[in-house]
């Protein structure tokens, strides 16, 4: 719900370490449902009807007769069937709204070191500067709410391109400048540049909140282009 926008049936994969698949990392520890093993393949995965019995709770069953005209039901999608995100009784912020607020994407780059075939982002060196990174803690005054938690996802391109310095400088910066929030990061990156500093970066400000993208074969056969 809060986390993913409600779209987590459609849109994402947990891989077990026995090769199960689900769609739900919340939801693991008491799943019934007979889903597919990775070994099965995509499209065993794709057309499983546990799968598909969760896109009709979550798009159907799940939504409430008044979440229809709201504005922000775009994010929430009704909040989640499982979570305390659960769907919102109709009177004040409802999850979907406080994560439309709380959740800052910071596209901090758009270069990257590969081209990667599913990639939407034009690989140009647009990147931000300090005064675009100092504006942004008077930017989310403007709509967010002191003691409330704010999530900055730095995404790209290749966010770690920007040296683990400038992160680093960055993240103590929004930290500070944003002292009565509960500041957080999270990072999308392909690892490309990963070593010590970085390692020590996200232990200290990411929580481990790092994504990655990996497909092999398309890095590999793109790498360069």
């Known amino acids: 719900g809060e986390r993913w926008g409600g779209k ?7 891989v077990n370490p026995d090769g199960g698949l689900n769609t739900c990392p919340d939801r693991i520890e008491y799943e019934k449902d007979n889903w597919p093993n990775a070994h099965d393949g995509v499209d065993a ?21 008044h979440c229809q005209s709201c504005s922000f039901r775009s994010f929430c999608r ?33 270069a990257c070191n590969l081209h990667c075939a599913h990639c939407f982002i034009p690989n140009n060196p647009k990147r931000m500067s300090w005064d675009e990174v100092m504006a942004v803690p008077g930017q989310v005054r403007a709509f967010a709410k002191p003691g409330q938690t ?12 920007l040296g683990p310095e400038f992160v680093r400088k960055m993240c103590v910066y929004l930290t500070q400048e944003l002292a009565d929030f509960t500041v957080r990061f999270s990072i999308q990156t392909n690892l490309m540049t990963f070593d010590l500093r970085w390692a020590q970066l996200y232990k200290e400000f990411f929580n481990a909140n790092i994504g990655i993208s990996w497909d092999p074969e398309i890095r590999l056969m793109r790498m360069g282009r």
């Not at 987590?8 to 947990?14: I, P």
């Not at 995965?45 to 409430?64: D, L």
């Not at 704010?150 to 391109?161: A, D, M, N, S």
Request: glycine letters at 10%; proline letters at 5%.
């Open 150 to 161: 704010v999530l900055f996802q730095l995404h790209g391109g290749e966010p770690t391109l």
């Open 45 to 65: 995965f794709q057309t499983s009807p546990a799968r598909k019995g969760w896109i009709k709770v979550q798009m159907i069953e799940h939504v409430a007769n």
């Open 8 to 14: 987590c049936q459609r849109d994402f994969l947990v």
């Open 78 to 110: 009704s909040g989640c069937p499982i979570t305390d995100h659960q769907v919102h009784p109709g009177t004040g912020e409802c999850a979907g709204y406080r994560s439309h607020l709380m959740h800052v994407y910071l596209r901090v780059i758009e």
